[in-house]
Nanobody, 121 residues
Framework: QVQLVESGGGLVQPGGSLRLSCAAS????????MGWYRQAPGKQRELVAD???????NYADSGKGRFNISRDNAKNTIHLQMNNLKPEDTAVYYC???????????????WGQGTQVTVSS
């Protein structure tokens, strides 16, 4: 079983910053790509940014130049630094990981519970 602990959401004014963190623990043999997704009311869940174990990052166009994702493999943790936040960034942000829980070939994915980010004056 995998546990994901997400933190860092909250209320911020437009132009402000937040830092989201996601820590994975549990029966994990190996973790692969980790990332953040978001879902605004009435919209589909979408990728915000993800990062491979080797540190290669991928960003949605909406966050390029404003968001930065980083990873600490020793702690199975990722961080998403979000700067110059806009009201349209308001959403529930979800952490997602791809992992193996044994030396077998199956790679599983797992979602966190989500953390609310609200950008409003």
């Amino acid at each position: 079983q995998v546990q994901l602990v997400e933190s860092g959401g909250g209320l911020v004014q437009p132009g402000g910053s937040l830092r989201l963190s996601c820590a994975a623990s549990g029966t994990i043999f190996s973790i692969y790509t980790m990332g953040w997704y978001r879902q605004a009311p009435g919209k589909q869940r979408e990728l915000v940014a993800d990062i491979t174990r080797g540190g290669s990052a991928n960003y949605a166009d909406s966050g390029k130049g404003r968001f930065n994702i980083s990873r600490d493999n020793a702690k199975n943790t990722i961080h998403l630094q979000m700067n110059n936040l806009k009201p349209e960034d308001t959403a529930v942000y979800y952490c997602k990981v791809y992992y193996r829980h044994s030396a077998g070939v199956i790679v599983y994915d797992y979602w966190g519970q989500g953390t609310q980010v609200t950008v409003s004056s």
